[in-house]
């Protein structure tokens, strides 16, 4: 079993940054890509950042500049340092993580999700 949790959301002002975290734990033989989503009130789900296993990144178009995605494969954890936060960043952002089990099994397992609220 794979368990993913989340960590850093919070209320900023606009202009403001947050950092988000991403533990995964339990029967893991390889972690590959490492991802942070967002859903908005009344819009889907959407990629925000994720990071191969090697450390290449790719960014939606509107997070370019702003946002920056790492990982520390040896605690299986990714961040997002957002900065230059606005009010349409607002949104429940969830964490994703793919990989093998102890069993060799594949496995894609998702966050709870924390808030992350832009607003004066």
């Known amino acids: 079993q794979v368990r993913v949790v989340e960590s850093g959301g919070g209320l900023v002002q606009p202009g403001g940054s947050l950092r988000l975290s991403c533990a995964a734990s339990?029967?893991?033989?390889?972690?590959?890509?490492m991802g942070w989503y967002r859903q908005a009130p009344g819009k889907q789900r959407e990629l925000v950042a994720a990071?191969?296993?090697?450390?290449?990144?790719n960014y939606a178009d509107s997070v370019k500049g702003r946002f920056t995605i790492s990982r520390d494969n040896a605690k299986k954890m990714v961040y997002l340092q957002m900065l230059s936060l606005k009010p349409e960043d607002t949104a429940v952002y969830y964490c994703?993580?793919?990989?093998?089990?102890?069993?060799?099994?594949?496995?894609?397992?998702w966050g709870q999700g924390t808030q992350v609220t832009v607003s004066s």
């Open positions: 994703n993580v793919d990989g093998l089990t102890t069993n060799l099994v594949r496995f894609d397992s």
């Open positions: 339990g029967s893991i033989f390889r972690v590959n890509v």
């Open positions: 990071i191969t296993d090697i450390g290449s990144p």
